[in-house]
């Protein structure tokens, strides 16, 4: 109440001060014009009698000029008139004015200068105003007229105006103590009480959902940091019960907790680095303000809550259109925005290198030959030269970051970088570098399609291991490694020496966060009304609910699917008008031809599937297509009878492991390809040819009529196997294999 009491006297006093100012400067501009109209009436009078007094200056003695004087007393405000001879004698004056008797100055004045003068006195308690007008005769001076009138209303009305005002002030500052009385206790008292109430349950274990907390205006920032402590509360406390749990039952998971205390015993002081194309942060310009958005990317998914546990530096291209408006002079800035916890580099690239690197070479050159999806790569020089300036400008970024750092960790991320291996071995021998394959690795005949395998193959060996989801990939890329390069393959210990430096190729299947660490309210167990409730938001009406997440990419069989769900309905009619299956699918490198067509042939399967099947407000198929935020497909997750997952050719796929994650209450079936790398791991799924339209089809009908014991029986197989196989444990594989790498292993020969 403090408070509301100090923001009252603050603003009443303001207004005091402002209203005051206001006032005095209202009355002084009152007051003159009030001057000016009585000094323009007295003039029009006086011109008005000298043109009537002036024919009658040789009468004064037959007493008419006295007779036109005394006539004036009756004017409003007017005090008396006087006539005066050209000597300042009175020649008639109005009765009882004795101010007028003898000739005041400013008759004088009039007549010496020939003009009409003016002049306010104060006498006593009154306000006089002077008129003095020179009157001639045959065009010589013959003396003046003056005017006498009562000026004193002037400062009676500033008076009154005046009380007027201090009535209103007061009336304003009532006004406005009551409204910000009314508006402290609404708007901040009771959300701050609130607040603190539900702050204190939170302390005790009752996490329920926030009702009438700050959200908005000044106090948003406020609210956010709110919300993130109590996320980080919560998870804390969560972390917490389950280590007791584990220890108490004497099992053992990673956590980001083990996981640090695990990087802190391998990497000792070494510090770690992360390299990869994609950010974990982009920030965006959405009309004045800057968003910060996290990317649909499956290396972030997995690679952000390693960073989040062991801290270091990642390295990325900034590519959103704000990115270099919320960096520092050295390129950097602190992440994650809520609760910074490591550091992020930003790379800048021209078009001529994002298109020639990225665009071409990585994505329409590397990414169609390792997924063998049947579309064809496209290799040109001038992007295999964008690619070579990329992979050093990260080098040479890298080499300054790791400036200074003794026997640093350098983890490298994908295709994009094959050549960046060797680039930092031979500038730092003494760092341990990494990179992790995230895309399938073709047979040696498949790769042997690139014109620079040879070079690609030098650069991936300079690294000291080089990591893939499945062992079926190493053994693709040793073969590969066999045929192209001259080299001694260890088969036993999957390792490579070349040029005196060994690389050591192991998987390591990477996997998503403890399903324990969701945050918020959960939805009903069953999941009944949330699937109703996502069903109005989409404004159709069906009983099931099937789920897609992808990038829209022609390897993860998108069209098939939806040729699936058509099979579907064919051979299953009792299903119209019951299920539905959502798409969420986000547009990815638009760029390149081959996604456009994708785009526009994913909505035409869509178009024409729901003409055909269409029926009053049920649809088969609702494609959401945008980016779509972990917080808006969670609810899709845990709603869903099943998830369809069809990838043609994949290294894993986490969408597949995300809805597993996602669903604690053992429910909802996946229905998986078995070209993804998630298939080797999850066994409890439904693992089907996505080619095969039929077996799809029959997948579906599978997911939808199988005994809810069943159900619960193949979900908890999958989610015990993703709890001690999560994104922790493989990043502490990973790690420990990295730090257990001698560094005198690392005298790298620079030339092949």
């Not at 400013?106 to 306010?120: K, N, T």
């Not at 002037?154 to 005046?162: F, L, P, S, V």
Request: with cysteine; proline share 5%.
């Amino acid at each position: 109440m403090r408070i509301g009491f100090r923001l009252i006297l603050s603003l009443v006093v303001a207004v005091t001060l402002v209203a005051w100012l206001f006032d005095f400067v209202q009355v002084q501009l009152e007051r003159e014009r009030l001057r000016d109209e009585l000094e323009i009436r007295a003039a029009v009078l006086g011109e008005s009698l000298a043109k009537i007094i002036e024919p009658s200056l040789a009468q004064v003695r037959d007493g008419s000029l006295q007779r036109i004087v005394d006539a004036l007393g009756n004017r409003e405000r007017l005090t008396g008139a006087a006539v005066y001879d050209h000597t300042g004698r009175p020649l008639a004056v109005t009765s009882g004015t004795e101010l007028l008797r003898a000739p005041p100055a400013i008759a004088l004045d009039a007549i010496h200068s020939g003009r009409g003068l003016h002049q306010f006195q104060e006498t006593g308690d009154r306000l006089l105003h002077f008129y003095a007008l020179p009157l001639s005769q045959q065009s010589a001076l013959a003396g003046a007229i003056v005017l006498l009138h009562d000026a004193s209303y002037i400062a009676a009305q500033g008076a009154d105006a005046r009380r007027l005002n201090y009535i209103r002030l007061l009336i304003q500052a009532l006004l406005i103590a009551s409204v910000t009385v009314l508006i402290v206790r609404w708007s901040i008292e009771g959300p701050i009480a609130k607040t603190a109430e539900w702050m204190k349950r939170l302390r005790i274990g009752d996490v329920s959902e926030p009702v009438g907390l700050l959200k908005a205006g000044v106090f948003k920032p406020l609210a956010q940091e709110v919300m993130h402590l109590t996320r980080s509360l919560t998870a804390a406390r969560a972390a917490a019960e389950e280590e007791a749990r584990l220890r108490g039952a004497a099992e053992s998971l990673w956590t980001p907790e083990r996981l640090k205390e695990h990087a802190r015993s391998k990497l000792q002081r070494q510090s770690l680095f992360v390299i990869s194309n994609r950010e974990p942060y982009v920030h965006v310009r959405r009309g004045k303000e800057i968003d910060c958005v996290v990317p649909a990317s499956g290396v972030v998914t997995a690679l952000e809550p390693v960073l989040r546990a062991c801290g270091g530096t990642w390295i990325a291209y900034g590519g959103g259109d704000a990115d270099q408006k919320t960096v520092d002079e050295h390129d950097r800035l602190r992440v994650p925005p809520e609760e910074p916890l490591y550091t992020l580099r930003r790379i800048w690239l021209t078009k001529e290198e994002e298109d020639g690197y990225y665009y071409g070479f990585s994505n329409e050159g590397l990414w169609p030959l390792c997924h063998i999806a049947h579309t064809r790569p496209t290799f040109r020089a001038e992007d295999w030269a964008q690619y070579q300036a990329v992979n050093v400008k990260f080098a040479e970024a890298t080499l300054d970051e790791l400036e200074g750092v003794h026997e640093p960790c350098v983890l490298i991320q994908d295709y994009h970088f094959a050549l960046l291996p060797r680039l930092i071995k031979e500038k730092r021998p003494d760092a341990r570098v990494a990179i992790f394959w995230h895309i399938p690795w073709p047979n040696p005949e498949a790769f042997g399609i690139c014109p620079w395998q040879t070079e690609l193959l030098h650069g991936l060996l300079g690294a000291d291991l080089v990591g893939f989801h499945t062992q079926f990939h190493c053994n693709n890329f040793l073969e590969t490694v066999d045929r192209a390069l001259e080299s001694r393959l260890d088969r036993e210990s999957f390792a490579v020496n070349r040029l005196g430096h060994t690389t050591w190729v192991k998987p390591f299947p990477i996997s998503v966060a403890n399903p324990v660490n969701h945050t918020g309210p959960l939805p009903d167990r069953d999941g009944r009304a949330l699937k109703d409730a996502l069903f109005r938001e989409l404004g159709v009406k069906a009983s099931y609910l099937g789920v897609g997440v992808d990038r829209i990419d022609y390897t993860k069989g998108l069209v098939e699917r939806f040729r699936g769900l058509e099979r579907f309905l064919e051979k299953y009619p009792s299903y119209e008008g019951k299920l539905t299956f959502v798409e969420l699918g986000e547009p990815s490198r638009t760029r390149i031809r081959q996604y456009r067509d994708l785009v526009g042939e994913v909505e035409e399967e869509t178009e024409r599937i729901n003409r055909r099947f269409q029926n009053g407000d049920w649809m088969p198929i609702v494609f959401l297509k945008g980016h779509h935020t972990h917080e808006e497909i969670r609810p899709f997750y845990r709603a869903a009878d099943f998830c369809l997952v069809t990838s043609l050719h994949d290294g894993m796929n986490l969408v597949a492991k995300e809805y597993v994650a996602a669903r604690d209450d053992d429910r909802g079936v996946l229905i998986l390809s078995r070209f993804a790398g998630a298939s080797r791991e999850l066994q409890h799924a439904l693992l089907i040819n996505p080619y095969d339209i039929e077996q799809m089809a029959d997948a579906i009908y599978a997911a939808l009529e199988m005994a809810p014991g069943e159900v619960r029986g193949r979900m908890a197989g999958m989610r015990r196997h993703i709890k001690e196989a999560n994104v922790y444990r493989w990043a502490a594989n990973l790690l420990s294999e990295l730090a257990e790498i001698e560094p005198e292993r690392a005298q790298i020969v620079a030339s092949a």
